[in-house]
């Protein structure tokens, strides 16, 4: 019912930054939390950053100190900014939402590569 749209991917250099955005169709109540994940081919899907109801935020060990995770209430969309990018950092980013009352809701994803 919910679509997840993610934009913000592209082909960046080591060392540079992007800021990805999800942004969902229509509103969602009771947001539980709103996610990042990635998958690179040949590798599990892996959480990258998570944002909670309250605000509290999580990360992967591989991303500490290099991306944030944002997100705008009122438009019920979740942001990554991601600095500092490694050639390890090339997946396919997803976004994710729980809430009490759907989901879970999950986008395409969007490309990220890191290279030279």
């Not at 994940?37 to 935020?57: D, F, H």
């Amino acid at each position: 019912q919910v679509q997840l749209v993610e934009s913000g991917g592209g082909l960046v250099q080591p060392g540079g930054s992007l800021r990805l955005s999800c942004a969902a169709s229509r509103r969602i109540i009771s947001i539980n939390a709103m996610d990042w994940y990635r998958q690179a081919p040949g590798k599990q899907r892996e959480l990258v950053a998570t944002i909670t109801s309250g605000g509290s935020t999580n990360y992967a060990d591989s991303v500490k100190g290099r991306f944030t995770i944002s997100r705008d209430n009122a438009k019920n969309m979740v942001y990554l900014q991601m600095n500092a990018l490694k050639s390890e950092d090339t997946a396919l980013y997803s976004c994710h939402i729980t809430s009490r009352y759907g989901g879970p809701y999950w986008g395409q994803g969007t490309q990220v590569t890191v290279s030279s």
